[in-house]
């Protein structure tokens, strides 16, 4: 479609051009006088009567209406001299300077002198020389509106569909950085902010959205014009269009040392935008904190800082633009135009010489027009860093190693689970030492340490949420490394100190709007946690609205929420990450007896702090720095006088 239309457009300096040669200056050809107005030239063909032309009693035919092999008269010539058009009764012999003396027409070429007898046209007489090709003008005019109609029809289809295929190419860019963000290990956040992932996936792929609308598009027309223009050019001009040609490699110059610096300009300009994002969803969650603790102020000032440093980067690239578009045209089109000038003011046109009217009109057409797809693509130049730059960013994403979500299933398993001799390092210390255990169907295992010992770590590597350096884990005597992530957290639920909700309802936090958790079952699991009762003052019920990480409810009601989600998604090992420990007197006492409907053919690891919640569990393991130092029941670790001792004596000195 661009192509057709570029076409259609560059039609125009051509069809100027025969109006101006043909139609216009065409009335300087020799005219022939006739005596028979219905002629007969060799092949049979006729004057057409349109084209004769009355003239003080006589009659005449320009010489190209003329049919080959007709008969004609002595030959006259009409010429402009000046403001005037004179009427010369025979042919001139040659063709120089003009100039109207006491009604002789004077002609002087190369020392040479021809003086000529004229008659003065009037402008009705005029107007008869010229009527005959008034309807040549007419046929080319409709063709010239006929080819913008067909270009703005094909340059409107050719926006249309390639900002609809820009839209999809982006939309299935942001699919494709949403899946990945599913793919990639749990380190990968551990290290990268989320206001920066977000930035990745929304700012950055509009700037690529913008390389296809914007970029691509003024670069493909550009090419495609220019290729057009000087094709056209060298039909007009090949000696000059040749001369044209040196603007190509000034315009490749001049795009690589704007690329040196501006790549430079936009690393830095899309890495703040990345900090700013940063550090505004930083202070969006933490607000409470900077607002309890007068941190107004400093984090203003961070703020301030980033922003400032955007500023100043966005400022360069602003001077790098100015410095660049405008003026690189604007000198190249001034030395194009001096080469026009001279190659034309030398002598290269003459009224009588290669070089027409129409083709000087054409030619300066087409350059003024080849600038334009120029300036457009010199203008477009920053705009193509800004999508490098974040096209860059985007498929740094895209190839971070990950692991395709495996869509497979699993039988429940039954929960047999089995650390043998597990070492794990997030970096480069170990944080587990050593670590074996058994936890068979059924029976609940306590994990309990100071911060630090390594609790929270044997749940990431019994979800896989990364794997050891030594060992092995199993569940049902099966290695779980040899079992994809996806399908072995089918059968796994996990309650966490500080639950997080989605934005939407009770209920569908609770299903995750999986479709295979019915409202029943919804139902069922908060009336089984005891969720009935403490979410009966909810206006809405299950129906009322959660806003994002259940802002609007109590802890216990978050809490109680993610209990019933556990419960309903009826996993084969539970895992309750310090569950109680941020809920009141009133709603553990709830959660304990929900608990026991909970772990019922279950195996449940259970993270506490709270010693007091693990009393009935079949084992419990302390650990220190990675290693477990004791394990036991409640009764026999008390008995030992140890670690374990020690932690329930201090926790119930200060209960």
Request: proline share 3%; net charge neutral; with cysteine.
């Amino acid at each position: 479609m661009l192509a057709v239309a570029v076409f259609a457009e560059l039609c125009g300096p051509f069809i100027a051009k025969t109006m101006i040669d043909t139609h216009i200056l065409g009335i300087e050809k020799p005219w022939y006088e006739i005596t028979a107005p219905t002629g007969v030239g060799d092949a049979g063909n006729t004057i057409d009567p349109d084209d004769i032309v009355g003239y003080r009693d006589k009659q005449y035919v320009r010489s190209d209406k003329l049919p080959k092999g007709a008969e004609a008269g002595r030959e006259v010539r009409v010429i402009q001299t000046g403001k005037h058009f004179v009427f010369v009764n025979e042919p001139l012999r040659f063709d120089g300077e003009r100039s109207l003396t006491d009604g002789s027409l004077v002609v002087r070429k190369d020392g040479k002198v021809a003086s000529y007898a004229v008659q003065t046209l009037s402008p009705g007489e005029l107007f008869a020389f010229y009527k005959p090709e008034v309807r040549g003008l007419i046929e080319l005019a409709g063709l010239y509106l006929l080819l913008l109609a067909v270009a703005s029809a094909f340059h409107y289809g050719q926006k249309y569909f390639l900002q609809t295929a820009a839209n999809r190419i982006v939309q299935k860019l942001r699919l494709d950085l949403y899946k990945q963000i599913q793919r990639l290990p749990i380190n990968y956040f551990d290290n990268m902010p989320a206001g920066k992932v977000v930035s990745r996936v929304t700012n950055d792929t509009e700037a690529v959205k913008d390389l296809f609308v914007s970029v691509l598009t003024q670069f493909f027309s550009g090419a495609i014009n220019m290729i057009g223009i000087y094709a056209a050019l060298f039909l007009l001009s090949p000696r000059l269009a040749a001369i044209c040609l040196v603007i190509i490699p000034l315009l490749v110059a001049w795009i690589w040392l704007y690329r040196k610096y501006a790549g430079r300009y936009n690393q830095i300009i899309r890495a703040r935008i990345s900090d700013l994002n940063g550090i505004i969803n930083e202070s969006i969650q933490g607000m409470t904190v900077i607002r309890a603790f007068r941190r107004q102020k400093q984090t203003m000032d961070e703020f301030e800082a980033l922003n400032t440093e955007y500023f100043v980067y966005q400022n360069k690239m602003q001077h790098l633009n100015a410095l660049t578009s405008f003026n690189l045209v604007n000198v190249l089109k001034n030395f194009a135009f001096a080469g026009v000038v001279w190659y034309f003011g030398g002598g290269s046109f003459t009224f009588g010489g290669a070089i027409t009217f129409g083709v000087l009109y054409a030619f300066i057409d087409y350059l003024g027009r080849l600038f334009q797809p120029l300036n457009g693509m010199v203008n477009q130049l920053g705009m193509l860093e800004q999508a490098r730059i974040a096209a860059q960013r985007v498929f740094e994403l895209i190839d971070e190693q990950g692991t395709d979500v495996a869509q497979g299933q699993l039988p429940r398993y039954q929960g047999n689970v089995r650390f043998d001799n597990v070492w794990f390092a997030y970096k480069d210390d170990y944080v587990l030492r050593g670590i074996s255990f058994e936890a068979k169907q059924g029976q609940t295992v306590a994990l309990v340490g100071h911060t630090g010992s390594g609790k929270s770590s044997i749940m990431n590597l019994l979800f896989r949420f990364y794997d050891p350096q030594r060992g092995t884990i199993t569940i049902d005597g099966q290695d779980t490394s040899a079992i994809p992530k996806q399908p072995l957290r089918e059968h796994m639920g996990i309650v966490l100190q500080d639950p997080y909700l989605f934005t939407g309802t009770v209920a569908s936090n609770v299903s995750l709007n999986d479709p295979a958790i019915s409202r029943a079952q919804v139902a069922q699991a908060l009336n089984d946690v005891g969720g009935a009762q403490i979410l009966a003052g909810l206006p809405k019920g299950y129906d009322e609205p959660v806003l994002e990480k259940g802002a609007t409810l109590s802890a216990g009601q978050r809490q109680l929420i993610s209990f019933a989600r556990a419960l309903a998604f009826n996993p084969a090992i539970l895992i309750l990450d310090e569950a109680t420990s941020s809920i009141d007197t009133e709603t553990e006492a709830v959660i304990q007896n929900a608990l026991e409907v909970l772990k019922k053919g279950r195996t449940t690891f259970i993270i506490a702090h709270r010693l007091s919640t693990i009393r009935s569990a079949d084992l419990i393991l302390v650990l220190h720095r990675g290693e477990i130092v004791e394990r036991g029941t409640h009764e026999s670790l008390l008995g030992l006088q140890g670690r374990y001792a020690q932690m329930y004596r201090l926790q119930q000195g200060a209960s």
